[in-house]
């Protein structure tokens, strides 16, 4: 694939995990009530946003009746309410709402994906799942290398997921390994001369940890917006709403 569009074409088209295969389809089957007249995506969700995004976030999974179901990964589920509100909070995103593939949401310099691009049952990807899935977080990161200074990991699972990927690729890894934390930061170095990545953690948003404040919608934006100053971009704050 050389370009993300192509990438994210065949994204979609991937049916080697049998098990997230049936989990996935048979949640467009059955289906929650609220969304009983939706024509689920059932398929696995690409990534989203600019392919010359200078700063990358990756978080765990589709949720089933979110992501699975519009076919934009955060997209009508409690975890991507709180994210792009939190973007557009910063001026990286064009409206602080998610909750369809053609609703007009546009990304400013940020492109958001997934170690694992099918919903998994209760969240939990297998370490086989995750692995056989990481060429293509693998590609999407090349592609999107000449331009990307910062990744900001949404949770322990997409730190972890990272770090292979991003060691594999070339670039160097601290000794010892970097651990998750919420805030952590890392520097790795390209030893090819060309130029560092950041890697900055955050608690993942998901709507446990928005329920029990482990993470506030403060918090989030807080390392988002340390993501953006590291990624160098120059987002315009919209003025939080109340509540917020």
């Given at each position: 694939m050389r370009s993300s569009s192509?990438?994210?074409?065949?994204?979609?088209?991937?049916?080697?995990?049998?098990?997230?295969?049936?989990?996935?389809?048979?949640?467009?089957?059955?289906?929650?009530?609220?969304?009983?007249?939706?024509?689920?995506?059932?398929?696995?969700?690409?990534?989203?946003?600019?392919?010359?995004?200078?700063?990358?976030?990756?978080?765990?999974?589709?949720?089933?009746?979110?992501?699975?179901?519009?076919?934009?990964?955060?997209?009508?589920?409690?975890?991507?309410?709180?994210?792009?509100?939190?973007?557009?909070?910063?001026?990286?995103?064009?409206q602080p709402t998610a909750t369809h593939r053609d609703d007009g949401l546009e990304l400013y310099g940020v492109r958001i994906t997934v170690p694992v691009h099918c919903a998994p049952p209760d969240n939990r990807p297998t370490t086989g799942e995750r692995d056989t899935c990481r060429p293509w977080l693998a590609r999407e990161l090349e592609l999107l290398r000449p331009t990307l200074r910062t990744i900001v990991a949404l949770g322990a699972f997409g730190w972890q997921a990272l770090l292979p990927v991003l060691a594999e690729a070339g670039w160097r890894l601290p000794r010892p390994r970097p651990v998750f934390g919420h805030g952590a930061e890392t520097l790795l170095a390209d030893p090819g001369g060309g130029r560092p990545l950041n890697l900055v953690g955050c608690y993942h948003p998901s709507q446990r940890n928005m329920s029990t404040r482990t993470l506030t919608p403060a918090m989030l934006r807080g390392v988002l917006r340390r993501g953006a100053d590291l990624a160098e971009i120059a987002a315009r704050p919209h003025r939080s709403r109340p509540g917020t």
């Open positions: 192509e990438l994210d074409a065949a994204v979609a088209t991937c049916r080697a995990c049998p098990r997230l295969v049936a989990w996935r389809e048979e949640a467009a089957r059955v289906k929650r009530r609220p969304f009983r007249d939706w024509e689920y995506w059932a398929r696995p969700v690409p990534g989203f946003g600019p392919s010359d995004a200078p700063l990358a976030i990756v978080g765990l999974a589709p949720a089933a009746h979110g992501g699975n179901r519009t076919g934009r990964i955060f997209t009508g589920d409690p975890s991507g309410d709180a994210l792009y509100a939190a973007l557009y909070d910063l001026g990286l995103a064009s």
